[in-house]
T-cell receptor
């Protein structure tokens, strides 16, 4: 099993540029989660999807952030325009949700974003 | 609402010392409880979990027991190794919202 795949692993960009982070969940998983991790704020849940539908995006910091899941095997997190305070490690995780339960989440290796 | 509280770090130990990292939770209903570990430069990995009261999760010498009466899920290991140096996260399942609630993480540093 390939696990959760994220790309790119590292991204360095300049303030104002658009950034797109990509995630491929584990095959057969139907829930997908985007997290952000910083030293100051720790691990934050940004948004999550069930069966490709966004369920809760209350953690998305502002309108500059958007996420999509066009199919069961692919999701993107976009920041436009990017700002230095967006610098963080962004993780994608997936799980197999069964009725009435929350199963184990499997995390990708993360994308380290640096906005100059 | 549901929440997880874990002890502040860093926890600094010598190799072969006994480890305890405290975790308490607040939740409605009967959540599952988890410990995740994050090694430097990597994503979080499931270390162990317990799904009901009095269950004991164990893996790689680590153990944690689901204590409903004290709402706790403390992580223990009898003899730590340098390779155990990492950040440890306690988490619970929020069944209504279908997501995990994570604690703030505890950094463990083990010296030879």
């Amino acid at each position: 099993d390939a696990g959760v795949i994220q790309s790119p692993r590292h991204e360095v960009t300049e303030m104002g540029q658009e950034v797109t982070l990509r995630c491929k969940p584990i095959s057969g998983h139907n829930s997908l989660f985007w997290y952000r991790q910083t030293m100051m704020r720790g691990l934050e849940l940004l948004i999550y999807f069930n069966n490709n539908v966004p369920i809760d995006d209350s953690g998305m910091p502002e309108d500059r952030f958007s996420a999509k899941m066009p199919n069961a095997s692919f999701s993107t997190l976009k920041i436009q325009p990017s700002e230095p305070r967006d610098s963080a490690v962004y993780f994608c995780a997936s799980s197999s949700r069964t009725s009435g339960s929350t199963d184990t989440q499997y995390f990708g290796p993360g994308t380290r974003l640096t906005v100059l | 609402g549901n929440s997880v509280t874990q002890m502040e770090g860093p926890v600094t130990l010598s190799e072969e010392a006994f480890l305890t990292i405290n975790c308490t939770y607040t939740a409605t209903g009967y959540p599952s409880l988890f410990w995740y570990v994050q090694y430097p430069g990597e994503g979080l990995q499931l270390l162990l979990k317990a799904t009901k009261a009095d269950d004991k999760g164990s893996n790689k010498g680590f153990e944690a027991t689901y204590r409903k009466e004290t709402t706790s899920f403390h992580l223990e290991k009898g003899s730590v190794q340098v390779s155990d140096s990492a950040v440890y996260f306690c988490a619970l399942s929020d069944r209504q919202a279908d997501k995990l609630i994570f604690g703030t993480g505890t950094r463990l540093q083990v010296f030879p």
